[in-house]
């Protein structure tokens, strides 16, 4: 008696083999588009409110950063996927050195956004910061 070869079993194998592989590649698409949206720098503009002077500073993430009685520390930044209405986002911390107080470690510690910066403001007698860049 001939033996008879099961192909519904081969197919199946090879459909599922393909679907995994469409799987894996999607994920791996997706992964590489969110990291090319993050940038390791982050543009903040800061507005001395008493001479009227503004900056531009460029923050390395995750470093602190002097401006004279500010410390700040850009934690994440990140461009909008969305190439007509741009958004960037950055995780910000401020502290202010001139407050002897511990309680209140950060003047600031929070999501800023470029195009509402009201939206998370940052409220300080003296300085303010805009969110310009991330790259």
Same mark, same amino acid.
């Not at 008696?1 to 197919?11: D, E, I, Q, R, S």
């Given at each position: 008696?001939?033996? %008879?070869?099961?192909?519904?079993?081969? #197919?199946i /194998?090879?459909?599922?083999?393909?679907?995994? $592989?469409? @799987?894996?590649? &999607?994920?791996?698409?997706?992964?590489?588009?969110?990291?090319?949206?993050?940038?390791?720098?982050?543009?903040?503009?800061v507005?001395?409110?008493?001479?009227? %002077?503004?900056?531009?500073?460029?923050? #390395?993430? /995750?470093?602190?950063t002097?401006?004279?009685? $500010?410390? @700040?520390?850009? &934690?994440?930044c990140?461009?909008s996927?969305?190439?007509?209405?741009p958004?960037?986002?950055?995780?910000?911390?401020?502290?202010?050195?001139t407050?002897?107080?511990?309680?209140?470690?950060?003047?600031?510690?929070?999501?800023?956004?470029?195009?509402?910066p009201s939206?998370?403001p940052?409220?300080h007698?003296v300085?303010?910061?805009?969110l310009?860049?991330c790259?």
């Open positions: 008696m001939p033996l %008879k070869k099961n192909t519904k079993v081969g #197919k /194998n090879i459909s599922i083999n393909l679907l995994i $592989l469409i @799987i894996f590649q &999607i994920l791996h698409i997706s992964t590489v588009h969110a990291n090319e949206l993050e940038g390791n720098y982050t543009s903040l503009k507005l001395d409110k008493i001479s009227s %002077k503004n900056i531009l500073i460029k923050l #390395k993430n /995750n470093e602190d002097r401006h004279k009685d $500010l410390l @700040i520390k850009s &934690i994440k990140k461009n996927e969305f190439d007509d209405n958004e960037i986002t950055a995780y910000i911390q401020v502290k202010d050195l407050k002897n107080n511990n309680d209140e470690v950060f003047v600031f510690n929070g999501w800023i956004f470029s195009s509402s939206m998370a940052f409220d007698p300085y303010d910061i805009w310009v860049g790259n």
